[in-house]
């Protein structure tokens, strides 16, 4: 099954527009991502709240259709 890279992207993408993403695919399965997203909707927030926003713009597809994600934040400068 699995998600590919373009399509956690996409969602990502929806949330924050102005993000910079970096998809890596851990285990050549499409199943495990490693994602970095740089975006300035991060302003003020921790890491948690950061990574809630990113967990919410998946809209649900994380532990069905996407296995694994190592997530990274950070705000924009």
Known sequence: MG???SEI???IR???PDADITM???AGDNDHWSAMVVSSA???KNRVQQHQMVY???K???GGELHA???QTAAKD
Do not use: R, S
Request: net charge neutral; charged share 25%.
């Open 60 to 62: 649900g597809k994380m």
């Open 42 to 44: 991060f302003k003020g």
């Open 14 to 16: 929806e949330a924050f």
């Open 3 to 5: 998600m590919h890279a």
């Open 69 to 71: 994600l190592q997530l």
């Open 56 to 58: 919410a713009a998946l």
């Open 24 to 26: 890596t695919d851990l």
């Open 9 to 11: 992207e996409k969602l």
